[in-house]
C-alpha cells in the first residue's frame, strides 16, 4: 500500500542553520513527490513537487529537495533557515487514483520550531 | 495565480444548527476536494469532486452533505454535528492529470461545534 514515513516528529534549529526534513514513501510506480507548508491555523502552501527528471528540484522560498529511487526518499532542504520558516511540513505521495480522481497520501507531518 | 478560496474563516454552531460552508477557485480546475484536519494530525480527505459529480465519500457521516453547484464553486452543507467535528477544514483544487494531481489548497474553515 502506497505510504509516507516523515519519521522526525519535532525539529528544532537555530535561525541561520541548515535543515533537512526526512521523507519516505512507498509506492508501487513511479511517485509523484509533493512537499507542503503549513503555518499555524493557515492552509497548506506547496513549496515544490517532483514528477520526473532532474532529482534536484528547487522551491518557492529557497526550498529544495532531491528524489532519490534508491532510497525511496524525498528529502526537504534549505541551507539557512529563518525564524519565519517556523511551520508544519508535510510529505505527500501520489497520484492514488479513486472514483476516476487522483488521492494524495500525506505524511503525519514534521514541526519546525526555529530558535532566534 | 493558484488561489482557493474559503469562508467563512471562522464558524461557531451549536449542535442543532444547519450551516454552510464555501470554497472558490478560479483556475478552471476539474477537481475539488474536502478535507478535515485535526490538531496536530495531517488533511484527512472527506469528499472529491471531479468535473462537478461526487467520485470519492469517504464514507464520511451523513451529517456533511457536499454539494457543487458548477465547476468554480464547492460547499459543505453542515447538519446536527457533534463537537468532535470541530476542526480545520480545508478545500483544494486540482487540474488532475495534466498536473499530475498537484492540490491547491485554501485558507481553511476553523470550525467549532458547541
Known amino acids: 500500500a502506497q505510504s509516507v514515513t516523515q519519521p522526525d516528529i519535532h525539529i528544532t534549529v537555530s535561525e541561520g542553520a541548515s535543515l533537512e526534513l526526512r521523507c519516505n514513501y512507498s509506492?508501487?510506480?513511479?511517485?509523484?513527490l509533493f512537499w507542503y507548508v503549513q503555518s499555524p491555523g493557515q492552509g497548506l502552501q506547496l513549496l515544490l513537487k517532483y514528477f520526473s527528471g532532474d532529482t534536484l528540484v528547487q522551491g518557492i522560498k529557497g526550498f529544495e529537495a532531491e528524489f532519490k529511487r534508491s532510497q525511496s526518499s524525498f528529502n526537504l532542504r534549505k541551507p539557512s533557515v529563518h525564524w519565519s520558516d517556523a511551520a508544519e511540513y508535510f510529505c505527500a505521495v501520489g497520484p492514488l487514483t479513486q472514483g476516476g480522481s487522483e488521492k494524495l497520501v500525506f505524511g503525519k507531518g514534521t514541526k519546525l520550531t526555529v530558535n532566534p | 495565480d493558484t488561489e482557493v478560496t474559503q469562508t467563512p474563516k471562522h464558524l461557531v454552531m451549536g449542535m442543532t444548527n444547519k450551516k454552510s460552508l464555501k470554497c472558490e477557485q478560479h483556475?478552471?480546475?476539474?477537481?475539488m476536494y474536502w478535507y478535515k484536519q485535526k490538531a496536530k494530525k495531517p488533511p484527512e480527505l472527506m469528499f472529491v469532486y471531479s468535473y462537478e459529480k461526487l467520485s470519492i465519500n469517504e464514507s464520511v457521516p451523513s451529517r456533511f452533505s457536499p454539494e457543487c453547484p458548477n465547476s468554480s464553486l464547492l460547499n459543505l452543507h453542515l447538519h446536527a454535528l457533534q463537537p468532535e467535528d470541530s476542526a480545520l477544514y480545508l478545500c483544494?483544487?486540482?487540474?488532475?492529470?495534466?498536473?499530475?494531481?498537484?492540490?491547491?489548497f485554501g485558507p481553511g474553515t476553523r470550525l467549532t461545534v458547541l
Open positions: 483556475m478552471g480546475h476539474r477537481a
Open positions: 483544494a483544487s486540482s487540474q488532475g492529470p495534466t498536473d499530475r494531481g498537484t492540490q491547491y
Open positions: 509506492y508501487g510506480a513511479t511517485p509523484y
